[in-house]
């Protein structure tokens, strides 16, 4: 019995699908590479391939380029599961934890905090706004795990990235420096000021995903469910809210207004806010609501490892991916520099030249950027259906675009930052 050599084996393997233009071994038969044209679907491709060269330790890769069809035959040992990091998923966590609890505390404290101590005395009234946004974050978070054990794939802890305040970052610096630059510093603060605490979480693979349709199945499963959440919170807390005119002698907090916030108070007062000087007071509720379909706008932007970036890359593969990070480059660097005052439409008195937390967000995307991890098969389409819940999924992004999240309006200020 003569033996046969595995490249042999794994050529013959190939020839069943493939109408093979050429075929290259790799170093110690570690990676061989055939290039041609599928002679069969590209999913009923790869469940042969997947089974056949599972028999010889190999795991199969195909993905499609401008010159044909291409498979991997990849050694198996290389697929193996990735390391986890369960002790940094726990001390981001933790930081995440203790900041949301905060700033539930500043949102439902019944009186200034003046130290400490205040925190823990109020530590209850801050179950509303942080146990919302927890909730809103363990939603997406589970959505995603249970879509990736259907499609047995091997995912990391969620690693969530707490976000301190901005305000006290940039104030830091002038506050010695006298009055002035105080002022100047806090100008710019209360054009980029992000006080809801947490960026969400982002996951590893740590094995491949068999297709695009998996990981645009995982973002799909996480941004509904996280959307879900907020908007009963947001409709509950609304109910609980008044319309009132805006007394602009008082310092106050205006949250952000996207085209889909906006329809729900029409929905809910009937008119069209904000407008004519007046809207809506949003309860404790209503407002981690709206941060929960803001940490939903974030993460539906198509850049990287985003949710939005999965929908886009699952959309149009390795294209989509180029024109995300473009648009969203473009967009954020932007929205940091020109005239964006129509966001208030009427309601404010001021021109508001930028809103610098873009280029935070911007930073950080960049920063912890990974782009979509190699799938096995990325030849397979997403199918009709897919397609539309993907087109769905941007749309959906529109209307929650919010170009000035927040904007702190300070009533004693010499004069509006412009």
Do not use: C
């Not at 959307?227 to 949250?255: H, N, P, R």
């Not at 199918?383 to 769905?392: A, F, S």
């Amino acid at each position: 019995m003569t033996e046969v050599e595995p490249s042999s084996a794994m050529r013959d393997i190939i020839a069943e699908v493939m109408d093979i233009e050429d075929f290259v071994l790799g170093p110690s038969q570690a990676t061989l590479r055939a290039r041609g044209e599928l002679t069969v679907p590209s999913e009923e491709a790869f469940d042969l391939l997947e089974s056949r060269l599972a028999e010889l330790d190999h795991t199969p890769i195909m993905y499609r380029e401008a010159d044909g069809d291409h498979i991997l035959a990849v050694e198996s040992e290389v697929m193996a599961p990735t390391r986890a990091l369960p002790w940094l998923s726990g001390i981001l966590l933790l930081f995440t934890l203790v900041r949301v609890i905060q700033l539930g505390v500043q949102q439902d404290a019944p009186g200034p905090l003046a130290g400490p101590l205040d925190y823990f005395r109020n530590i209850t009234a801050a179950l509303t706004f942080s146990g919302v946004v927890l909730g809103v974050l363990l939603a997406r978070e589970v959505a995603r795990f249970l879509v990736a054990r259907r499609h047995r794939l091997e995912i990391s802890l969620p690693y969530f990235i707490p976000l301190p305040g901005l305000t006290s970052i940039f104030l830091a610096p002038f506050i010695f420096l006298g009055e002035r630059a105080a002022f100047f510093a806090l100008g710019i603060a209360t054009r980029s000021v992000m006080p809801w605490g947490t960026l969400g979480g982002i996951v590893a693979q740590r094995t491949p995903a068999r297709d695009r349709r998996t990981v645009f199945d995982m973002a799909v499963a996480a941004t509904l469910a996280g959307f879900l959440v907020s908007l009963i919170a947001l409709v509950a807390g609304l109910l609980q809210s008044e319309v009132m005119t805006i007394d602009f002698s008082q310092a106050f907090l205006l949250e952000g207004q996207s085209l889909g916030y906006r329809l729900v108070k029409l929905a809910i007062f009937g008119q069209w806010l904000p407008g004519g000087g007046d809207d809506v007071f949003i309860s404790t509720l209503a407002m981690a609501g709206w941060t929960g379909l803001l940490l939903t706008m974030l993460h539906l932007m198509p850049y990287g490892s985003l949710d939005g970036g999965h929908i886009v890359y699952g959309l149009a593969g390795q294209r989509g991916i180029a024109w995300g990070r473009r648009t969203v480059v473009v967009a954020l660097v932007l929205l940091s520099l020109v005239d964006v005052s129509a966001y208030g439409l009427g309601l404010l008195p001021v021109r508001i030249t930028g809103y610098l937390g873009w280029l935070l967000w911007l930073a950080i995307i960049v920063l912890f950027r990974r782009d979509n991890a190699q799938v096995l098969d990325e030849i397979t389409p997403l199918g009709t259906g897919r397609r539309i819940v993907g087109i769905l999924m941007l749309v959906l992004l529109v209307l929650l675009f919010t170009p000035v999240p927040f904007l702190a309006w300070q009533a004693l200020r010499p004069g509006p930052v412009v």
